[in-house]
């Protein structure tokens, strides 16, 4: 049982690329969700999902895209990186969303 | 709009000093509250939640919070400090129905020892 688990750990992006950070839980949880955390912010939340073909906005999805064809995979796209997306990104599931959630180890991902 | 404040930014302790970390949070309905602590390099890990009960919750690594719905607070608290209990701590609440969580802004803490 593998928990939460994120591809890559660290990335380098030039302004203007794209990239997808994966994530995946194999703990059959409903609910997934992608947080950014800025230093001294604390995380805020990106996008989250309640299950298979359903999405929603958190609190700062610009710039960001997400979509869930599986319960276990839940890909956070950045089309045209911007510095302001110089952040580590991490991604959560549960089984409900009133259950606890775990984390995966984050993407470090830097935007030049 | 919830939310949830961390007074302290940076708290440093000798080890074996007790420690009282401030969460207070602002939302008018039933909430649950959660612990995470990140240390160095690492992802967020669960001390602790309260959902109702018993105000006074325990966790992990001997840590224990308590809800006072009074004052809207969830103080973490630990009597003796580690030297392994350097980390960030970050406070959360729950207050909707998609379980979207959320977070304080973190308190970073420094054993020395």
């Known amino acids: 049982n593998a928990g939460v688990t994120q591809t890559p750990k660290f990335r380098i992006l030039k302004i203007g690329q794209s990239m997808t950070l994966q994530c995946a839980q194999d703990m059959n949880h409903n609910y997934m969700y992608w947080y950014r955390q800025d230093p001294g912010m604390g995380l805020k939340l990106i996008y989250y999902?309640?299950?298979?073909?359903?999405?929603d906005k958190g609190e700062v999805p610009n710039g960001y895209n997400v979509s869930r064809s599986t319960t276990e995979d839940f890909p956070l796209r950045l089309e045209l990186a911007a510095p302001s997306q110089t952040s580590v990104y991490f991604c959560?599931?549960?089984?409900?969303?009133?259950?606890?959630?775990?984390f995966g180890p984050g993407t470090r991902l830097l935007v030049l | 709009a919830q939310s949830v404040s961390q007074h302290n930014h940076h708290v440093i302790l000798s080890e074996a000093a007790s420690l009282e970390l401030g969460c207070n949070y602002s939302y008018g309905g039933t909430v649950n509250l959660f612990w995470y602590v990140q240390y160095p390099g690492q992802h967020l890990q669960l001390l602790l939640k309260?959902?109702?009960?018993?105000?006074l919750v325990k966790g992990i690594k001997g840590f224990e919070a308590e809800f006072i719905k009074s004052k809207f607070s969830f103080n973490l608290r630990k009597p003796s400090v580690q030297w392994s209990d350097t980390a960030e701590y970050f406070c959360?609440?729950?207050?909707?129905?998609?379980?979207?969580?959320?977070f304080g802004k973190g308190t970073k803490l420094s054993v020395k020892p």
């Open positions: 999902s309640v299950g298979a073909g359903i999405t």
């Open positions: 959360a609440i729950r207050g909707g129905s998609q379980g979207n969580l959320i």
């Open positions: 309260y959902f109702s009960g018993d105000p």
């Open positions: 959560a599931s549960s089984y409900l969303g009133v259950e606890t959630q775990y």
